[in-house]
């Protein structure tokens, strides 16, 4: 079963069931789990997605369900890279100068309106599908779905004159072009650390999580 926040509006088709939509708290997600006789949670959730990963550890404490975390290591800074440590959005937004530059947003669509306080800025936006509001005055938008390569994304810097990224450590391949790009061209990228979860069991791979899997859940055989 895959459980989806419905955050995009056509996500990608999986050969399994599908739900879309929260549960209601941690209590909420116990019902479910237990009316659905869930004995195992992977949390795939993006490594920001902080709340559904603390009620999953939450619910999996309270009822008794195994979790396991599928996580991907974080990208590290390396030689030629300008990158500005932040702790979190507001961060972000202080990072960034007062003069007019130009910013690739690089953080989906949810936090853009803290952005509005820095209206002095050219701010291109990648998005999933089309914004349905725009709470920022000089916007550019692109409605791209990735994995982004080094070569589109060094022309999008180039073609949009970026001189500022702000991107969340998301770690793995499919968003990290991004980050090459800014590499060879010198652009600053205002980072966004990635927030603190409470202790739980992680893996790095698929094959991790199907042997984590196969070895304790009872297959009936
Ligand atoms: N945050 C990011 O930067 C980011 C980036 C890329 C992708 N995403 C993806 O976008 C989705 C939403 O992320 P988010 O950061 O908005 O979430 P979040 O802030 O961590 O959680 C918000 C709320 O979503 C609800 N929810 C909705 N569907 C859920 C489900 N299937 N399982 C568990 N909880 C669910 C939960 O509320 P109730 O259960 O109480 O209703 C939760 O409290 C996730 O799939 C995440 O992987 C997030």
Same mark, same amino acid.
């Given at each position: 079963?895959?459980?989806?926040? &419905? ?12 739900? #879309? &939509? &929260? ?27 902080? *709340?559904?990963?603390?009620?999953? $550890? ?9 979790? =396991? ?7 590290? $800074? ?7 440590? $932040?702790?979190?959005?507001?961060? @972000? $937004? ?10 690739? =947003?690089?953080?989906?669509? *949810? ?22 509001? *725009?709470? =920022? ?5 692109? #409605?791209?779905? &990735? ?28 968003? @990290? ?45």
């Amino acid at each position: 079963m895959f459980s989806y926040a &419905g955050r995009t509006a056509n996500p990608v088709p999986q050969p399994l069931p599908t739900r #879309i &939509g &929260g549960f209601g708290g941690v209590a909420g997600l116990c019902d479910y789990l237990r009316a659905n006789s869930i004995t195992h949670i992977i949390d795939a959730t993006h490594p920001f997605a902080a *709340q559904m990963s603390r009620n999953a $550890v939450d619910a999996s404490l309270a009822c008794g369900v195994q979790l =396991l975390a599928l996580e991907r290591a974080p990208w590290q $800074v390396t030689s030629g890279d300008h990158w500005i440590h $932040v702790p979190n959005i507001a961060g @972000a $937004v202080a990072a960034l100068p007062d003069t007019p530059a130009r910013v690739f =947003l690089a953080i989906g669509k *949810q936090t853009l309106d803290a952005f509005a306080t820095k209206p002095q800025h050219h701010y291109l936006l990648r998005l999933v599908d089309p914004p349905t509001s *725009q709470p =920022l005055p000089n916007t550019t938008v692109i #409605i791209a779905r &990735g994995p982004f390569d080094i070569a589109s994304d060094t022309a999008l810097l180039r073609g949009n004159k970026i001189t500022h990224i702000v991107a969340k450590n998301a770690g793995g391949a499919g968003a @990290a072009a991004k980050l090459h790009a800014a590499r060879a061209l010198g652009v600053a990228v205002i980072m966004i650390d990635r927030p603190t979860l409470p202790p739980r069991r992680i893996v790095a791979s698929v094959a991790q999580v199907l042997a984590w899997l196969g070895h304790s859940a009872d297959r009936g055989v």
